[in-house]
């Protein structure tokens, strides 16, 4: 079976610190993909990142980084120096052979940025 | 406007009427995708179509429920006898072909209240 756990249900930061939303998956592939996406408040789904199981090197892009670990079945993503904006429900995606072309996602974790 | 469009953007109904909801897709996107997502949690994939295929189907997707996409274009998504249960956001999303995993687009989601 396949499953991605969010642990965290709710984060609040003030605006410039750094903050880290975890992601553990599971799943028997050996090939699969992990997604984040935001969802923010106006409710439609914002791609973010897709990373497949052959490639760890983590990614930056501008103030997001992707950490992707097999070793612990994890990829977390963290928001550096958080702005208001990034105020949004940020979900972690899993897709692998042994689902077809269904993705799962995880349960979300809402992320509120103050001022 | 070249992104996923779905209509209505709301639909108030009452229990056991029928209701159907439409998604037009990036036009070159040969997947189309429908998603369930209630109030805390993640898109739950309900069926996806590649092409005019109906490919795959939830268990979530009881025989209430039915989606066509003819023609391979836009789709839709009826649900029969409409149950309170059934209350949710309603989310279509597209994606090219090729790749098993490719990243989705997707709609700003029809939210359907059952009364």
């Known amino acids: 079976a396949q499953k991605v756990t969010q642990a965290q249900t709710e984060i609040s930061v003030v605006e410039k610190e750094d903050v880290t939303l975890d992601c553990v998956y599971e799943?028997?592939?050996?090939?699969?993909?992990l997604f984040w996406y935001k969802q923010p408040p106006s409710g439609e789904l914002v791609f973010l990142i897709r990373?497949?199981?052959?490639?760890?090197q983590n990614e930056i892009s501008g103030r997001y980084s992707w950490n992707f670990q097999k070793s612990t079945s994890s990829f977390n993503f963290t928001i550096t120096a958080s702005q208001v904006v990034d105020s949004a429900v940020y979900f972690c995606a899993l897709s692998g052979f042994t689902g077809g072309f269904k993705t799962i996602f995880g349960a979300g974790t809402r992320l509120f940025v103050k001022a | 406007d070249t992104g996923v469009s779905q209509n209505p953007r709301h639909k108030i109904t009452k229990r056991g009427q029928n209701v159907t909801f439409r998604c037009d897709p990036i036009s070159e996107h040969n997947r189309l995708y429908w998603y369930r997502q209630t109030l805390g949690q993640g898109p739950e994939f309900l069926t996806y179509f590649q092409n005019e295929a109906q490919l795959e189907k939830s268990r979530l997707l009881s025989d209430r429920f039915s989606a066509e996409r003819p023609k391979g274009s836009f789709s839709t998504l009826e649900i029969q006898r409409t149950e309170q249960g059934d209350s949710a956001m309603y989310l279509c999303?597209?994606?090219?072909?090729?790749?098993?995993?490719?990243?989705?687009?997707f709609g700003p989601g029809t939210r359907l209240t059952v009364l």
């Open positions: 990373r497949n199981s052959f490639d760890e």
């Open positions: 999303a597209s994606s090219l072909g090729g790749s098993s995993y490719n990243e989705q687009f």
């Open positions: 799943t028997r592939d050996t090939t699969y993909y």
